[in-house]
C-alpha cells in the first residue's frame, strides 16, 4: 500500500505537470501526440482538476482546524466535553455535523488531530461518516434535486443518523487501541507527519508560548497536514476521473440488476465515482426515472460515507487493517440498513 501511495503520488504529478505545461504553452490537446484518444485524456483531466478543485476548499478548513485544534486546545479538554456514555457520545458525533458541516475530504485531518487530542476513536469515526450527510447544506441540495420527491431528504437524513449510530456502537464494542499510524505523542516534540520531517522539527516550545508563537506554529502544521493529505486527494482525485471517463449513463442505466443487486451496484457506483455530499444529489435525481428509491437512497448515504478518495485517505491515517474492517463495517451496515429502510417506509 505504501508503494502504491509513493509511486501513485509520482504518477499524478506528472499529470498535472503536463496538464500545466499545455496551459501555459496554449497547446490543444489534440494537437499532443497520446496513444491514448485525446476525448478521453480531455475528459480525464477535466475531471481529475474539477475534482481537486471541488475538494481542496474543504480540505484547507480541515487542515486549518487541526492545526488551531493542535495548537490551542489543551490536552485534556476534549475527553471532558465528550459524553461518557457510549450512546450519548456517538449521538453527539452524529449531529456535530448540523453545527459544523465539513465535506469528507475535510473531515479525516480533523478527526485524526480531535483522536490524538484525547477524542475515542468511536466518536470520531462517527463524526467522520456522519457530518458530510448530517448537515444543512446537504439536506438543501438533496430538497432540490428531488423536488417531486421532497421525502428523500428526509429518509436520508434518518438513514444516515441510524446507520452511523450503529456503526459508532460496534466501534465502540470491538476497537481497542489506537487504530492511527502515528502514537498520540508523535506530534508533541517531534512535529513528524507521514515520512517526511520539516525544519521545524527540532523546535521546542514552552508550555505557556505567546499567541504570536502558537499562530506561527499553527501555520507550520497547516503545511505539513496538507501535504500529507493532499497526496491521497490528488491520487484519489485522477483514479476516480479515470473511472468516471469510462462509464456512460445508459450503460449504467442497462447494467443495473434488480432486487438486493440493484443497491449493491449503486454502493460500487458511489464508491467508484467518488462525488462530493454536496452535489451527489443531483446525479442521483438525474437516475430516478430508472430506479427505485431505495437503491438511489443506498448510493445517497454510502457515497460520503465511504469512496475512493476517501479510502486513500483513511489509508494515510488508519492502520491498513482497521480500514478494511470499518470499510467492510459500513458497506454491510449501509445495505442492511437501507434494505430495511426501503421495506419499512418505501
Known sequence: MNVLFRYGTYAVTVVCAAV??????????????????????RSVTTIGISLVIEALPFLMLGVAVSAILHEFVPEGFIPRW???????????????GVLLPLCECGMVPVVRRLIQKGMPVYVGVTYILASPIINPIVFASTSMAFR???????????LAFAITVIIG???????????LKEAPGDHAG???????????AGHQYPAKASLRTKLQASVYHMG?????????????????????????????????PEGVGSHLFMMGFAYLISLCSTSDAFIAASFSSMLAAGPLLTFLVFGPMLDLKTSLMLAGVFRIRFVAGLSLLIAVTVLACSLLWQALFM
Do not use: C
Request: aromatic share 10%; charged share 15%; net charge negative.
Open 20 to 41: 500545466l505545461y499545455l496551459v501555459f504553452t496554449n497547446q490543444r490537446l489534440a494537437d499532443v501526440s497520446v496513444p491514448v484518444d485525446p476525448d478521453v485524456l
Open 82 to 96: 465528550i459524553p461518557r456514555h457510549p450512546l450519548a457520545g456517538v449521538v453527539a458525533a452524529s449531529l456535530i
Open 148 to 158: 417531486s420527491q421532497p421525502e428523500m431528504a428526509y429518509y436520508r437524513m434518518g
Open 169 to 179: 456502537l460496534v466501534l465502540y464494542v470491538t476497537v481497542k487501541r489506537n487504530p
Open 190 to 200: 517531534g512535529w513528524r507527519h507521514g515520512d517526511h520531517e520539516p525544519h521545524h
Open 224 to 256: 505539513d497536514e496538507f501535504l500529507d493529505m493532499g497526496k491521497y486527494l490528488l491520487m484519489g482525485a485522477f483514479i476516480t476521473a479515470f473511472i468516471q471517463s469510462g462509464i456512460g449513463r445508459d450503460w449504467l442505466a442497462s447494467a443495473v
